[in-house]
């Protein structure tokens, strides 16, 4: 049961390819204007013929009606010449005549065997009474069946009963309805032609079958092909065959494909060269400090007797050694915590101008160490809807680097403001500034503007790389403006509400 469902969906799978789409399309495009045309055209064919077989027939009883009045065959059905006329029509046109008088006795039948009776029909009756003609084809019986009135031209005074009619009449003359013919005439001959019009048809039309079968098959192979080199040369890409752009400009929507898929393919080198950067520069900063613990320790185990002033000294700066690799650690695991797609945020409402302050407070010792002076401008108070130890990591590791890469006897300042939707941060230093073309790395992990004196100053190089995911979990924004040799300024703009989306 299993393997007949199985079946069934890959046959259902099949028509979901744009190659079958197309040749179905295309295939049905051609046959069914060929199965419309054959059709019409045999349709159009019987109604021509059967229009000018009543036309002519119907002519021909006209002439055979003027013969029976010519004849006075209704009041003496001996005169052969007329007979023979009949005979012939009923002949020629396979039919049958019945001339009817009007005591609507059957005087006359080319079958013979209906002579004497008497016909009681409505359209007979309908005929006698007003002596209008009318044909009626039968499909259903493949004859045409005709009610033909047997008219006598008479003068108005004999049509009026002997009577004077009514104005001026004489000389004028009326026809006058003395019998009728009932005539039926087969259509075989149409019918025949029909059927061998339609045998012709069909083979053509099984013909053209398999010559739009073998068109739609090509066109739907020809129309799909540039898709098909666009899926192999995206299959050679993820095989590692090749990582040059893809280009098959065959039709705008190849191009369009090829256009986003070369985007990516970018994008995905950029992150792969990132990633390799980022490994390459967390083994290098994890080694560092494990090499001087190793450096320091062997040097303590090489000596004898060392003294337990040099023991501390070395002790100590394997402390700081350790302490550096766990501050490492730390800003990893935090950084890999802030990723946007497992990160998770503690939102609660915090009074922004107490934060900063308690942040501040905290930091003024460092800030102290280098006499650089610490400031705090809030032009309102400030309430937030945030994450308060996120927040509290943004505003540290700004102010922090605002210290560490200022000058002796500097200055940061930093100035909190609102308006109704959003509310600043601004993190001004009279620093040593950036370089504009480090400016659009410095988010980057491990990047560095000054790598000579990374170590003088400490850090992980991870601090801006954290902060900036911290702010877009929020939904806000980072931006930074540099002068070289006189400061930096960091704008963090956050909205006041936050909003799950």
């Known amino acids: 049961m299993d393997m007949k469902i199985r079946n069934v969906w890959n046959q259902l799978k099949i028509l979901r390819s744009l190659k079958a789409r197309i040749f179905i399309i295309v ?83 080319t079958y013979g065997i209906s002579e004497g009776k008497t016909v009681i029909s409505e359209e007979v009756v309908k005929c006698m009474k007003d002596g209008a003609g009318s044909s009626d084809f039968k499909d259903e019986y493949d004859y045409i069946e005709f009610i033909t009135p047997i ?42 032609t029909m059927d061998i019009l339609s045998r012709k048809a069909l083979i053509m039309e099984i013909m053209m079958l398999f010559v739009i079968f073998g068109i739609a098959l090509v066109l739907a192979k020809i129309l799909v092909k540039p898709f098909e080199r666009v899926t192999k040369a995206i299959s050679e890409v993820k095989e590692g065959f090749t990582d040059e752009p893809v280009s098959v400009p065959d039709y705008l929507e190849t191009e369009h494909i090829v256009d986003a898929f070369n ?66 650690i730390n800003d990893l695991l935090s950084m890999v915590k802030m990723d946007k797609k497992v990160a998770s945020l503690n939102i609660s409402v915090v009074d922004i101008n107490a934060l900063t302050e308690i942040v501040l407070k905290r930091l003024r010792p460092i800030a102290c160490k280098r006499d650089i002076e610490l ?23 700004l102010v922090e680097n605002a210290i560490k890469y200022n000058k002796e006897q500097g200055a940061v300042k930093v100035v909190l403001d609102a308006d109704h939707q ?29 790598k000579s004196h990374s170590r003088e100053i400490g850090g992980t190089g991870l601090g801006l790389a954290i902060t900036r995911s911290a702010v877009l979990l929020h939904r806000g924004s980072i931006k930074v403006s540099s002068v070289e040799g006189e400061g930096t300024t960091f704008t963090v703009k956050i909205p006041l509400s936050y909003v799950v989306v």
């Open 27 to 109: 295939f049905l495009i051609g046959i069914i204007p060929s199965v419309i045309m054959r059709y019409g055209i045999l349709t159009s064919y019987e109604d021509r013929a059967v229009s000018l077989r009543t036309s002519d027939v119907q002519r021909q009883l006209n002439i055979i009606a003027d013969h029976l009045i010519a004849y006075s065959y209704l009041t003496d059905a001996s005169s052969e010449v007329i007979s023979a006329e009949l005979e012939q029509l009923s002949n020629l046109y396979d039919g049958r005549v019945i001339i009817i008088n009007s005591n609507l006795k059957v005087i006359k039948d």
């Open 263 to 328: 985007e990516l393919l970018s994008r995905m080198k950029v992150l792969d060269t990132s990633r390799q950067e980022f490994v390459s520069n967390v083994s290098h900063e994890l080694k560092t400090p494990i090499t001087s613990v190793k450096v320091l320790a062997d040097s303590l185990l090489a000596q004898e007797n060392v003294p337990a002033e040099l023991y501390r000294e070395f002790m100590v700066d394997i402390a700081e050694e350790i302490d550096r690799e766990d501050k490492i």
């Open 151 to 192: 008219l006598e031209k008479v003068p108005m005074e004999e049509a009026a009963g002997g009577e004077k009619p009514a104005g001026d009449g004489k000389g004028k003359e009326k026809d006058v309805v003395r019998g009728v013919m009932l005539t039926s005439v087969s259509t075989d001959s149409i019918i025949a």
């Open 375 to 397: 400031v705090f401008e809030s032009n309102r108070a400030v309430t937030a809807e945030v994450d308060e130890v996120k927040m509290t990591l943004i505003l540290t590791n």
């Open 422 to 450: 959003f509310f600043t941060l601004n993190i001004v230093d009279t620093g040593i500034g950036i370089p504009q073309d480090s400016l659009e790395h410095i988010y980057e992990r491990f990047y560095r503007v000054d």
